[in-house]
């Protein structure tokens, strides 16, 4: 797990003084040493995390036919087989590492050869005899890569704070979207950079200098689900099993989150059954609604395995949420990233390797609004029964979600349909009222809405070829949660970039090739049985943990709203809201602290769920603009941090 960094200019050489931000501002995700290639117009550069191979694997690499210079973030879980085969072809190899048969593969096969191959990943390759980049991430974007193309050249990197040497110039487009509470791929919140889409091999030609891509990996959605009721539980936990064992394997240790819930529980104890003790990590609340430590605590002492919990508090929590809005480079609505990346600080201190719970919830149902649609789907079929039967049932889920649900206006819907072939993804069910949209940006959410809709049309059509009138309900739920919520919030901030700003490398084995391919075949009603939310997996987990744990409802993963309250929380906000007033001339100032002022008040209860939910959105804007070219350095392990180009010669790789 590392950082990984390049640069191509058309016109001109990369200087080497072009090197020092990407490895000083990568220097988090690669603590253990840093390496560089650099010829002419093309440079490369990698910061490294040592997991395995930690004596000879560092970056960049060459390939066997020494045409291909590359650099990698992430791991192969496979590539021990893999290496095996490309051995028996001829391949030479120079080091043990995964990231040398990743690179190797590439160069015998190209990236069609990377389909279905267990990993996470990232990676950069350079054809020096064609002059032609290659680049791409797997097939969920568990590893983060970005990219920023004008007519002067190609930028890319692990983290957008590398990409760039001037103040963050905030999307408006993108903002706007996110105040009324959508994403749609590719954009970012940092205007000109983009989201590497994931499954895809970007090709940039040096010589024409135009940048073309196609898919080496589709999600495996959508697909004929015939499997029996027992083939459904045999497959998911031989699969989910195989996968947890995979990633294990490291030459340090590997702990695991703990947060009472199902997926984690889960996986620490079929880590148990393989023969690991790993250390388990919560992060715990004063919120009794809130915290689940002492139920980790529990499933911890059943297992048998050590456990340690680090409490979130008023002292700790700015700090933290300011460290995780720089972390994930992208505004938040929902302060749990704070919680995330306290708990990956906490677990840094005693392994380099954590597994965790991601993905779970996108493939098996574990969302409320999948309930909610089976639900309206029956009631339709059924006219007879009373409407007030979801009503009723939306109230609740409101409660357990803690007043934030998807799915549940339908106010788009006829919209959205126009685009959808008569689907309704869900994720269009949480769009701000139009009116209070206008009010804060003076712009139509209509026209931002149909944008939204083509464009994620549009990236669906490119995964499947077109084969929407194909695809259920389900289908295009489970693909949006995955495309959009999945890849641009929840693997950022609550996954990778969390972990990676404490040198913490996070596995997921929910989101596994060959398990996927398996909750792709499960019938609806395995994955959602009654208004069961995830009972394949429910099922499973019998054989492995209490039934305390596996009846329990699923409760989102929030830290407290209370101490955005506490008096030094609002004195930064306020202080930071100011930052992005100055720089977001495009929303409505005056209506919004016109509507702060009713808060501070006491007199704006009806909006008080959008009231906390955009200041910490402008909050979020502000520490961007203001944080992100001045990170948290940690401090490194492998070497001295350059500060100028001189310091980075004794470490030179390539030519």
């Known amino acids: 797990m590392c950082g990984i960094w390049a640069r191509v200019l058309f016109d001109k050489k990369v200087s080497l003084d072009e090197l020092v931000d990407p490895v000083r501002f990568l220097s988090h995700r690669g603590p253990d040493g840093f390496g560089w290639y650099l010829k002419d117009n093309v440079a490369l550069v990698h910061t490294r995390l040592s997991i395995i191979d930690i004596t000879q694997g560092s970056q960049p ?58 990993g996470e990943y990232s990676f950069i390759f350079y054809d020096e005899k064609i002059r032609k980049l290659y680049f791409g991430r797997d097939p969920h974007g568990v590893k983060p890569l970005f990219y920023e193309l004008n007519h002067h050249g190609l930028t890319l990197s692990s ?38 889409l994931p499954g895809r091999l970007y090709v940039l030609d040096l010589n024409t200098k135009k940048l073309s891509w196609q898919i080496f990996q589709s999600l495996p959605l959508p697909k004929k689900r015939e499997l029996t009721r027992n083939q459904v539980l045999e497959e998911i936990e031989l699969e989910l099993e195989a996968s947890v064992k995979r990633r294990l394997v490291a030459d ?31 992060v715990g609340f004063s919120d009794r609604d809130l915290d689940e430590s002492s139920r980790a605590a529990s499933i911890a002492k059943f ?50 390797v954590v597994l965790s719970g991601e993905g779970a919830d996108e493939w098996c149902g574990g969302y409320a609004y999948f309930r909610i649609k089976k639900l309206d789907k029956f009631l339709r079929r059924h006219p007879t029964f009373s409407r007030q039967i979801l009503e009723n049932y939306v109230n609740k889920e409101l409660v357990i979600n803690m007043h934030s649900l998807d799915g549940k206006s339908t106010t788009n819907d006829g919209l959205v349909k126009s685009h959808f072939e008569g689907k309704i993804p869900a994720l269009f069910g949480r769009a701000m009222e139009h009116g209070m949209f206008n009010h804060l940006t003076d712009s139509s959410l209509t026209d931002y809405l149909h944008k939204a809709c083509r464009d994620l049309r549009g990236y669906f059509d490119e995964d499947f070829g077109g084969k929407l009138s194909e695809s259920s309900d389900w289908d295009i739920n489970s693909w949006t949660a995955i495309r959009t919520d999945l890849l641009h919030y929840i693997l950022g901030n609550v996954g990778d970039r969390q972990e990676m700003a404490h040198s913490l490398e996070g596995r997921t084995p929910f989101l596994d090739p060959n398990l996927t391919r398996v909750f792709a075949a499960v019938p609806e009603k395995y994955h959602i049985h009654g208004l069961t939310e995830k009972w394949a997996l429910r099922e499973v987990a019998k054989k492995y943990l209490p039934q305390n744990v596996t009846s329990q409802h699923k409760h989102p993963f929030f830290a407290p709203m209370k101490y955005l309250y ?23 100032w005056k209506n919004i602290e016109a509507l702060l002022a ?38 490194v392990r492998g070497y001295e941090l350059p500060t100028e180009a001189q310091h980075l010669t004794p470490y030179r790789k390539g030519i």
């Open 61 to 118: 690499l060459q390939s066997h036919d020494e045409r291909l210079w590359g650099v990698i973030n992430g791991e192969l879980y496979d590539y021990k087989l893999i290496r095996s085969k490309l051995l028996s072809e001829g391949v030479k190899f120079n080091t043990e590492s995964d990231s040398e048969v990743l690179l190797n593969l590439f160069a015998q096969s190209g990236a069609t050869s990377f389909a279905n191959i267990s």
């Open 159 to 196: 983290e957008m704070k590398a990409i760039s040497n001037s103040v963050p110039e905030l999307d408006e487009e993108y903002q706007k979207l996110f105040i009324g509470r959508m994403m749609i791929p590719p954009k970012t919140a940092l205007k000109n950079i983009l989201h590497v």
């Open 303 to 352: 297992l048998g395995i050590k456990h340690s919990v680090v409490m979130m508090s008023g002292k700790n929590f700015i700090p933290s949420l300011i460290k995780s809005i720089v972390a994930f480079e992208n505004p938040v609505a929902n302060p749990h990233g704070a919680a995330k990346n306290l708990l990956a600080q906490h677990a840094s201190a005693s392994v380099k």
């Open 252 to 282: 340090v240790e590997v702990g695991c989150y703990l947060s009472g819930g199902i997926d984690s529980a889960l996986i620490a104890a079929m880590a148990v059954k393989s023969g690991a003790k790993p250390r388990a990590f919560t």
């Open 566 to 588: 506490l008096k030094d929380s609002r004195e930064q906000m306020n202080s930071y809201i100011e930052t992005a007033k100055a720089h977001s001339s495009w929303l409505n």
């Open 598 to 635: 009713e808060e501070q008040l006491g007199t704006s209860s009806s909006f008080e769920g959008t009231i906390i939910s955009l200041k910490l959105i402008l909050f979020s804007m502000g520490v961007l603009v203001k944080e992100l070219r001045n990170p948290h350095v940690p401090a």
